[in-house]
T-cell receptor, first 114, second 114 residues
Framework: SQTIHQWPATLVQPVGSPLSLECTVEGTSNPNLYWYRQAAGRGLQLLFYSVGIGQISSEVPQNLSASRPQDRQFILSSKKLLLSDSGFYLC?????????????FGPGTRLTVL | GNSVTQMEGPVTLSEEAFLTINCTYTATGYPSLFWYVQYPGEGLQLLLKATKADDKGSNKGFEATYRKETTSFHLEKGSVQVSDSAVYFCALSDQPAGANNLFFGTGTRLTVIP
């Protein structure tokens, strides 16, 4: 069966520090991968998605970046965090070869920028 | 463009009450529709889905019917339990090239009291 992991589960970082959040998927090949942010009291905002290694699409301009160094690994990064980067970050995957399939979400990382 | 509008929360119900959370959508094509649930401190889980008009998705006593004529996908449950307390997200899936991006509503927080 497929599983998706995210770490760390929680993170407290000072403004201006770098960020690296990792997401890995097991039990499937060539998935589509997604990063979402959920700000406090708000819905989900798609940040990045990837359909293959090295292929990243950005949905919202910001100081975050994403990379996909391996088929089932998706990394969210920042060189300098802002206060507004605080939120709950969710990674998700979907089957890469079908339309309209649901996305499966990881447990999330709660980031607090102080 | 694609968008989802769902009922503003929070919603507070007594145990065994009837639940309706309204969701309407705007889409350029023929989307699939989903309800996701987020329990406190966790990621999102797919609750149910419908892929074409008049389909009814159901799971754990929850139901939603894909109504193309009213562009709606309202979530219902006949008798809620305390364990149903969570945030519920309505979502729409369209198919840009290579990935099935999800468009989420802002979420509706449900609290069920004994």
């Amino acid at each position: 069966s497929q599983t998706i992991h995210q770490w760390p589960a929680t993170l407290v970082q000072p403004v201006g520090s770098p960020l690296s959040l990792e997401c890995t998927v097991e039990g499937t090949s060539n998935p589509n991968l997604y990063w979402y942010r959920q700000a406090a009291g708000r819905g989900l905002q798609l940040l990045f998605y990837s359909v293959g290694i090295g292929q990243i699409s950005s949905e919202v301009p910001q100081n975050l970046s994403a990379s996909r160094p391996q088929d089932r690994q998706f990394i969210l990064s920042s060189k300098k965090l802002l206060l507004s980067d605080s939120g709950f970050y969710l990674c998700a995957w979907s089957l890469g070869d079908s339309s309209y399939n649901e996305q499966f979400f990881g447990p999330g990382t709660r980031l607090t920028v102080l | 463009g694609n968008s989802v509008t769902q009922m503003e929360g929070p919603v507070t119900l007594s145990e065994e009450a009837f639940l309706t959370i309204n969701c309407t959508y705007t889409a350029t094509g023929y989307p699939s529709l989903f309800w996701y649930v987020q329990y406190p401190g966790e990621g999102l889980q797919l609750l149910l889905k419908a892929t074409k008009a008049d389909d009814k998705g159901s799971n754990k006593g929850f139901e939603a019917t894909y109504r193309k004529e009213t562009t709606s996908f309202h979530l219902e449950k006949g008798s809620v339990q305390v364990s149903d307390s969570a945030v519920y997200f309505c979502a729409l899936s369209d198919q840009p090239a290579g990935a099935n991006n999800l468009f989420f509503g802002t979420g509706t927080r449900l609290t069920v009291i004994p």
